[in-house]
Nanobody, 129 residues
C-alpha cells in the first residue's frame, strides 16, 4: 500500500503560481510512476502531468492544456512529487489529485487514470479572473 497526501492548493489570481506537493508513504516510492490529475465541477477527471520513477531518465509527459506552464518533478529521497503551476488561468480551477502506480521500467509514464493504483484525497486549486 502507498498513502498519498497532497498539499499546496489554494486561491490565486490569474497569472499567478502555485506549487503542489504530494507526500508518499508506504512502499518504496522510487519504483512508482507518479501523476497529477484534476477534476473540475461537472467534468471528468483529466490527466495533467506524469513522471517516470527514474528522475535521471527524465521522462515526463504533459497534457497540451498545461504544457509550458506546469512542471512535474520528484524527489525520491523525500518521497515527494511536485507540480509547479505558473501562469495560472481560471480554467485551471479544479481539485488536483496525486496518483501512483507500479511500473516495470524506469522510463514509463502513465497518462490514464485507469492505470493508477493509488490516489490522494485531492487539493483544491481556485484561480480567480
Amino acid at each position: 500500500q502507498v498513502q498519498l497526501v497532497e498539499s499546496g492548493g489554494g486561491l490565486v489570481q490569474a497569472g499567478g503560481s502555485l506549487r503542489l506537493s504530494c507526500a508518499a508513504s508506504g512502499r518504496p516510492f522510487s519504483r512508482y510512476a507518479m501523476g497529477w490529475f484534476r477534476q473540475a465541477p461537472g467534468k471528468e477527471r483529466e490527466f495533467v502531468a506524469g513522471i517516470s520513477w527514474s528522475w535521471s531518465a527524465g521522462s515526463t509527459y504533459y497534457a497540451d492544456s498545461v504544457k509550458g506552464r506546469f512542471t512535474i518533478s520528484r524527489d525520491n529521497a523525500k518521497n515527494t512529487v511536485y507540480l509547479q503551476m505558473n501562469s495560472l488561468k481560471p480554467e485551471d480551477t479544479a481539485v488536483y489529485y496525486c496518483a501512483a502506480t507500479v511500473v516495470s521500467h524506469s522510463t514509463v509514464v502513465r497518462t490514464s487514470s485507469a492505470e493508477y493504483d493509488y490516489w490522494g484525497q485531492g487539493t483544491q486549486v481556485t484561480v480567480s479572473s
